[in-house]
């Protein structure tokens, strides 16, 4: 499926957030997930199954005073 | 002597508070962190890099939330809608963690707060449970109503973020700080040292900076001249200074002078 993540367009092999995760070869670090403006748990990230046009956010943190 | 700062209930020996941008690198970072003595240190919250360097270093790798109290702060946010979403986005990055810097900015020339809309995060902030240490301008009933809201420091800025041109209005400061009962924190401004070791002698309960230190010269020596700084302006402000007077008053004894 087709998806928005951080501005550009991706194509997702699987079905949830940890799958989106997977792919892009984040697991495991420490991030937080918006979709569609909504803020998933980590804990719901194997769960919550994406939707074909969901726009993702995914953030870390970094350097800022 | 016990002289400890207190933010949201948990107790602080360092008065500095170190923001992580501008720095060479994430070595830096830390170093200069270490040095300086600050518990508490900011991070911003931005779009992960996807696609490419997927085996990029992590700030909090360097700065681990185990050892410093980690203070996300909302900066690039010109609304409250968006420093909530960013604070909130913060909250789930670090596990519940619930204490933020809110800035909401006015423009990107002064980088100047916009006071309606941070009185506006501020407010839905804490309704939903965060405690906010929140940057202002120096106006002491903005200050004073940011406090009755319930943030649990207030932050007013010592001249423009970034600008190193330390505290232009220290009259200002002393007003918020006389009649502040939260913490009350510089936040911006200073360049230097002296300018750190001024903004407690005013009273001030604490500094927070990051180009001071990350664009100076050697970073690494001036957080330790920081910290030295803080803890000298602190003692100078618990021992009280001298009175100024306009004329000469003599250290040695007039009288005995073998003439």
């Known amino acids: 499926m087709k998806l928005t993540v951080n501005g550009d367009t991706l194509t997702l092999d699987g079905n949830t957030i940890a799958d989106l995760v997977a792919q892009l070869g984040l697991t495991g670090r420490r991030l937080a997930v918006e979709v569609n403006r909504e803020i998933i748990p980590k804990s719901l990230h194997g769960d919550v199954a994406l939707n074909e046009g969901d726009v993702v956010e995914i953030v870390h943190a970094i350097g800022g005073g | 002597m016990s002289d400890l700062l207190t933010i949201a209930d948990k107790t602080y020996q360092s008065r500095l508070i170190i923001g992580t941008g501008k720095y060479k ?11 300086s ?34 203070l996300p702060n909302t900066a690039g946010c010109y609304t409250a809608e968006e420093a909530v979403r960013c604070c909130k986005l913060a909250r789930e990055l670090l596990d519940g963690h619930d204490l933020v810097k809110l800035e909401v900015l006015g423009d990107q020339k002064t980088l ?71 913490p009350i924190i510089v936040d911006a401004g200073v360049g230097t040292a002296s300018d750190a070791a001024f903004a407690m002698e005013l ?36 021992a009280g200074r001298m009175p100024r007077k306009a004329y000469a008053s003599a250290s040695s004894p007039l009288e005995g002078i073998s003439r």
Request: include cysteine.
């Open chain 2, 25 to 35: 690198d994430f070595n830096e970072t830390r170093d200069a962190i270490e040095t």
């Open chain 2, 37 to 70: 003595g600050a518990e508490m240190v900011t991070v911003a919250i931005r779009r992960t890099n996807i696609g490419q360097n997927a085996d990029e270093e992590n700030l909090l790798d360097y700065i681990p939330p185990e050892k410093y109290t980690i």
């Open chain 2, 112 to 182: 100047y707060p916009n006071i309606p809309h941070t009185l506006k995060a501020a407010q839905a902030l804490i309704d939903d449970g965060f405690k906010v240490m929140v940057y202002t301008n120096d106006d002491p009933i903005v200050a004073k109503e940011l406090e009755a809201m319930g943030c649990v420091a207030v932050m007013p800025l010592g001249s423009l973020i970034g600008s190193g041109l330390g505290i232009l209005n220290p009259h200002y400061i002393q007003l918020i700080k006389e009649d502040a009962n939260v």
């Open chain 2, 203 to 238: 009273g001030c309960d604490g500094v927070l900076l990051n180009s001071a230190i990350a664009h100076a010269g050697n970073p690494v020596l001036m957080a330790s001249a920081m910290k030295k700084a803080i803890a000298a302006g602190r003692e100078s402000f618990l």
